[in-house]
């Protein structure tokens, strides 16, 4: 099989993952340990798939924006079907949204002005974010399954405040920068 080929498809498969992942949480009385084994899965979609790449040149940036959106369906549908059984507040869906549609744009409108650039930039607080979200639907089920529902509550919000304030400060760095970049220099 051609490399390429199995890198993308180790990219893909975190969508069916993500989709079972969503059943569990949607269906199962006590969705943590089902989506821990489909977690795992995905993670190591997630990091086999770049690794691969790398060892056998094969990056594109058609493969980048695959990573991207397979990582972004994971997050967001989980994040959905949390929201939906009432364990993550809608507010942090927004966050989420809102993230993902600025680092797409600002990467698109940065990159432009370098040559050769990768198809997206990322900033350190941006990945720490990227990785929080990635871990969100896991920690909230932990929260779940092994607090009580009035600290379950509480420590989900501190954790989402935490995220968000991540996320936030990330985009503000990369609008300054998007600014800047824009500014005629004196």
């Known amino acids: 099989m051609n490399k390429r080929i199995f890198v993308n498809a180790l990219t893909v498969s975190r969508i069916p993952l993500a989709v079972l992942f969503c059943h569990a949480v949607l269906s199962a009385a006590s969705p943590f340990f089902p989506c821990i084994f489909l977690f795992a899965g995905i993670a ?3 990091y086999f798939d770049g690794k691969l790449a790398r060892k056998y040149g094969i990056q594109s940036a058609a493969g980048a924006v695959l990573d991207v959106a397979a990582d972004f369906f994971f997050i967001l549908s989980a994040c959905l079907s949390l929201h939906s059984r009432g364990l993550l507040p809608g507010w942090m869906l927004a966050v989420i949204l809102l993230k993902f549609l600025e680092f797409w744009g600002t990467s698109a409108v940065l990159k432009k002005g370098i040559g050769n650039a990768p198809v997206f ?66």
């Open 121 to 186: 930039l990322f900033d350190p607080l941006g990945r720490i974010a990227a990785v929080l979200f990635y871990l969100l639907p896991v920690l909230i089920l932990a929260l779940s399954h092994f607090l009580p529902a009035g600290i379950r509550q509480a420590a989900s919000a501190v954790l989402c405040a935490g995220m968000a304030a991540c996320a936030i400060l990330s985009s503000v760095w990369r609008i300054s920068l998007l600014v800047k970049s824009r500014r005629p220099d004196p």
């Open 44 to 46: 190591a979609s997630d």
